[in-house]
């Protein structure tokens, strides 16, 4: 039975939609910009959503990710055609696992640390939801960045008031 895989892809296939428009406002001369210097800048974030599709896969295919002994390697992207092209491999990366998973392969406990520092533990699934629920969040942060350097952002759940004329 696959009734939460289904609903899983359904959500995965929308969100995509919106994520896919929103990126592809990036003007290739902004990746350097950051709105504060703990912000991320807009090429470290608009990379991380790209990739976090790729997370699906990884939450189904191991028990865990240790930044201890697997350290994070962003990929290098200068340009929104390239991210674009990024975003659609990782997308049908974590679609295809998705799609050929069992509702039951998402029961096991998945964890994500820093060697003895724990930041999730929970199950496949969640963690599947959690990486939709983040590329949401950053895809939240990222509309505010474009605002801020007045580029018209999409709506995400209705139109936005760039779509709008207001």
Not at 39 to 63: C, F, G, K, N, Y
Not at 90 to 99: D, K, Q, T, V, Y
Request: charged share 25%; hydrophobic share 35%; aromatic share 8%.
């Amino acid at each position: 039975m696959k009734k939460i895989i289904e609903m899983l892809l359904k959500e995965m296939d929308a969100e995509a939609q919106t994520t896919r428009n929103m990126l592809s406002r990036i003007p290739d001369d902004k990746y350097d910009w950051q709105p504060h210097p703990k912000s991320m800048t807009v090429r470290q974030l608009a990379t991380h959503i790209a990739e976090l599709p790729t997370w699906v896969t990884l939450a189904l295919t191991t028990d865990e990710l240790d930044f201890a002994t697997s350290p994070y390697q962003p990929v290098k992207i200068n340009h929104t055609t390239d991210l674009l092209d990024f975003f659609e491999k990782s997308l049908e990366n974590g679609r295809s696992h998705l799609a050929e998973a069992t509702d039951e392969q998402l029961e096991p406990r998945w964890v994500l640390r820093n060697g003895d520092q724990i930041y999730v533990d929970c199950t496949k699934g969640e963690m599947i939801r959690t990486s939709f629920s983040q590329i949401v969040h950053h895809r939240a942060q990222l509309g505010v960045f474009l605002r801020l350097l007045d580029i018209p952002i999409p709506g995400s759940y209705g139109p936005s008031a760039d779509e709008n004329g207001f």
